[in-house]
């Protein structure tokens, strides 16, 4: 294949569309964290903790609808766990987000709402990325730790966005794929078991405001089987600042 000539339209289009692929290509990279293969090869990203803990952990709310439900079937678990909110949500429900924190949860940022991030805007990640941060600090008291981006997509932009709000970022190590309209409470302890190791970060959805309607159910049909089998196998269960990952 020829190269066009040096002045050429096609060849000035080039060298000046290069730079913007550049800066996306520098945006969107760090995405790929979202991959298995990467994030083994990340373990603190992943979330990596004591070889004899499992944190369980929790995206896509406040829901008054369902997150009451994992709240008392914890309970009845004697279970603690992590639950990264969404600031519009946790403003929209502070009574849910109190009352997590009444029972002992703990809670992280899983941004201000559920965005793509596709095109870089750092100054607005961070602008979101606070006011989630300071949502959830004017509602419970509390300085969240974590941050967990939607779609598990951890940009550059949003790297820096963590930083500016105090936030560390953790990914997970094994998911229950409960966000499908065909997920089951077997199907989700069975993905569960199948990524999950002593030191694993466990990812469910206690709301399903991003997923298929209704399917919050199946994690939390899948709850009781994933915790005890976590202490059958002699894990304790818990938070994610119980999990033995520094924070910073």
Wanted: hydrophobic share 45%; charged share 20%; aromatic share 6%.
């Amino acid at each position: 294949m020829s190269t066009p000539p040096a002045h050429s339209p096609a060849r000035r289009a080039a060298m000046a569309l290069a730079p913007v692929a550049a800066v996306a290509a520098a945006h969107i990279a760090p995405a790929a964290t979202w991959l298995p293969v990467v994030r083994r090869r990340l373990p603190r990203l992943a979330g990596v903790g004591h070889p004899a803990h499992v944190a369980l952990t929790f995206d896509d709310g406040p829901d008054p609808g369902s997150t009451p439900c994992f709240l008392d079937a914890l309970e009845e678990l004697g279970a603690r766990a992590t639950f990264f909110v969404l600031g519009d949500a946790a403003v929209r429900h502070p009574s849910v987000v109190r009352e997590t924190v009444r029972r002992g949860h703990e809670l992280a940022v899983h941004g201000w709402s559920h965005d793509r991030p596709w095109l870089p805007a750092p100054a607005d990640e961070a602008r979101a990325l606070l006011r989630a941060a300071g949502a959830v600090r004017e509602l419970t008291g509390l300085r969240p730790l974590w941050y967990r981006p939607p779609y598990g997509i951890l940009t550059s932009g949003r790297w820096a966005a963590a930083r500016t709000a105090g936030l560390r970022p953790v990914l997970w190590t094994a998911w229950g794929r409960d966000w499908t309209a065909g997920a089951t409470s077997a199907s989700v302890r069975s993905a569960v078991a199948a990524g999950l190791r002593g030191g694993g970060t466990v990812l469910l959805h206690d709301s399903d405001r991003m997923s298929a309607p209704d399917c919050w159910r199946a994690a939390l049909g899948a709850l009781p089987g994933i915790v005890n089998g976590c202490r059958e196998a002699g894990l304790s269960v818990g938070t994610l600042s119980g999990h033995g990952v520094p924070p910073r």
